[in-house]
């Protein structure tokens, strides 16, 4: 079982490094492959997605995936930016769905930001889409008649993006609680229209599935007003991105939450797919030690389950990660004072 890691910038070295000895603590033939990506790729190769790293990617099950994100890189043309990395492989890779889980962990109630009572409720899971949108549209900068400096961003769903994301969607929901909500921006945008058309369209291969709409500014204010309402939430690249930020905070801390990039490449044992953490390369605390790398470890969990079919070892994972927040183990961004080789220790230990 070959898995490539694309540890990247800032604290994506740090939390990787955490994720790398809990997978080599496992009973597992697993090998390791490296590559660069982002910031360090471009400094070092003069490009976010070197070719080879794209070729170790092909080669492997699935991919460890840091983060990206180089404060000296802003200003580079938008193709040499760290960020192009985690673009290019979800594109390159066919990587369309984005799995994104949030839970609460008992032990936790007290660090979210919404009151515990609130917060304990919450168990949902946002599939956004990732390989489509505003994100991958046509864009650029132009000169309008009055002669003013103009920005612009295709944003765009054809249907054939629009069903393979609903039926992600739906599939979820019938491992879970059998609850959809689709989230849109149909009272305005036309992409959104098709968007919804397509997803009802969808339901009728679903039947035991239940389908909602809501539009995205109203799914913001009920993520925070009543995330227990949630089972699967479907939505697009934009959105999806947002919504799964806000979501972490709900549970308690961005450092928490996981996620899975699939698409149609199979492995030997499951789906080749890229893990990563949702969050960025902390540039702000980058180097101190103190990331909590529990989402990296999370995201290492889903890997073995989608990637390599070992469902047993990932649930071992997550459930010493949460044995390690029930012991009241937490970094800094949970109010505590473990730095993130301390919270690595922790988990290993109670694997
Ligand atoms: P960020 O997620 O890197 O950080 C946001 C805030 O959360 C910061 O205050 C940070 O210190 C904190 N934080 C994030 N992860 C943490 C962790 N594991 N433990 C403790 N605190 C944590 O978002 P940003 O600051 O907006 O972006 C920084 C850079 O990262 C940008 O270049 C951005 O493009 C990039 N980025 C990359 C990815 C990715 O690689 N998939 C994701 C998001 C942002
Ligand atoms: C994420 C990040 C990325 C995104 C950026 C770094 C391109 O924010 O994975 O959530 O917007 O998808
Ligand atoms: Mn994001």
């Not at 890691?5 to 390791?32: H, K, N, Y």
């Not at 098709?194 to 009728?204: G, K, M, S």
């Not at 709900?250 to 080749?272: D, N, P, Q, Y």
């Not at 540039?283 to 390599?308: F, M, Q, V, Y």
């Amino acid at each position: 079982m070959k898995i490539a890691v694309f540890a990247g910038d800032g604290i994506g070295q740090e939390v990787t490094a955490q994720a790398l000895r809990v997978l080599e603590a496992l009973p597992l033939p697993l090998s390791f492959l490296t590559g660069d990506v982002g910031g360090m790729a471009y400094k070092k190769h003069g490009h976010p997605l070197p070719p080879e790293t794209l070729t170790v990617a092909r080669e492997c099950d699935a991919i460890l995936f840091g983060a990206v994100g180089d404060p000296d890189c802003d200003n580079l043309a938008r193709d040499l930016r760290p960020e192009q990395a985690i673009l290019g492989l979800r594109s390159a890779m066919g990587l369309f769905a984005n799995l994104r889980p949030a839970k609460m962990f008992p032990g936790l109630e007290g660090a979210s930001a919404l009151r515990p009572e609130v917060a304990s409720a919450i168990d949902l899971l946002i599939v956004r889409e990732l390989n489509g949108d505003v994100y991958f549209g046509e864009k650029g900068m132009r000169t309008t008649d009055a002669g003013l400096r103009e920005g612009y961003d295709i944003m765009s769903y054809d249907e054939s993006e629009v069903r393979r994301i609903a039926i992600a969607g739906f599939e979820a929901a019938q491992k879970r609680r059998g609850m959809l909500c689709s989230v849109d921006k149909a009272n305005v945008l036309e992409t959104s229209q098709l968007w919804r058309d397509v997803v009802i369209e969808t339901a009728a291969g679903f039947p035991d599935v239940k389908l909602t709409h809501m539009l995205v500014d109203n799914a913001a204010m009920q993520l925070v007003r009543n995330p227990g309402q949630f089972d699967v939430v479907v939505t697009g690249n934009l959105f999806g991105d947002i919504l799964s930020d806000q979501a972490s905070m709900c549970v308690g801390s961005i450092g928490l939450l996981a996620s899975a990039s699939l698409g149609e490449r199979k492995t030997a044992h499951g789906t080749f797919g890229l893990y990563e953490p949702i969050h960025g390369s902390a540039p702000d605390i980058a180097g101190k030690g103190i990331a909590n790398p529990l989402a990296t470890i999370l995201s290492a969990a889903e890997l073995l389950r989608h990637s390599l079919g070992q469902e047993e070892q990932a649930a071992r994972v997550e459930q010493a990660v949460a044995k390690v927040l029930a012991d009241g183990i937490f970094g800094a961004d949970l109010g505590g004072d473990a730095d993130t080789a301390t919270i690595g220790d922790a988990v290993l230990a109670r694997l």
